[in-house]
C-alpha cells in the first residue's frame, strides 16, 4: 500500500517535498514514480526513480526544478519541487512496480494498469 502525505496550496516560485510511504514492503526491490494529473488531462509521469541501480528519468517540464529520492530505511520516496509554476497544479499521485525501468515506467501510459498506486494528493500554485 503507499499512501501519499498531504500536498497543498503554495505560492508560485515556491517549493513543496511530497511523500510517499509504502507499507508491507511495498517500495522494496520496486521502482517508483511520481505521475500528475491535471483537470481535463491524462495521468503523466513526471519522475521515476529504480531501486536496483539508483536510475532515475525526469519529464522535460519538471527537468531542473523536481528532484526524486528515495530513503529506504524509512520506506519512502520524496519528490522536493522547487520554482513551482501554475501550470504544476495537479493532484500527484506515487506508484510502484517491480520491474518496470525508469523509462517505461514514466513514459508509456499503456502500462499504468499494472501498478500499485496511492490515492493521490492536490497540489495547487497560486496567488
Known amino acids: 500500500q503507499l499512501v501519499e502525505a498531504v500536498g497543498g496550496l503554495v505560492q508560485p516560485g515556491r517549493s513543496l517535498r511530497l511523500s510517499c510511504a509504502g507499507s508491507?514492503?511495498?517500495?522494496?526491490?520496486?521502482?517508483i514514480g511520481w505521475f500528475r494529473q491535471a483537470p481535463g488531462t491524462e495521468r503523466e509521469g513526471g519522475s521515476c526513480?529504480?531501486?536496483?541501480?539508483?536510475?532515475?528519468y525526469y519529464a522535460e517540464s519538471v527537468k531542473g526544478r523536481f528532484t526524486i529520492s528515495r530513503d529506504n530505511a524509512k520506506n519512502t520516496v520524496y519528490l522536493q519541487m522547487n520554482s513551482l509554476t501554475p501550470e504544476d497544479t495537479a493532484v500527484y499521485y506515487c506508484?510502484?512496480?517491480?520491474?518496470?525501468?525508469?523509462?517505461?515506467?514514466?513514459?508509456?501510459?499503456?502500462?499504468?494498469?499494472?501498478?500499485?498506486w496511492g490515492q493521490g494528493t492536490q497540489v495547487t500554485v497560486s496567488s
Open positions: 508491507g514492503g511495498t517500495l522494496d526491490h520496486n521502482t
Open positions: 526513480i529504480s531501486s536496483s541501480d539508483g536510475s532515475i
Open positions: 506508484a510502484a512496480h517491480s520491474a518496470a525501468t525508469v523509462r517505461t515506467m514514466c513514459v508509456l501510459k499503456t502500462v499504468h494498469s499494472l501498478f500499485s
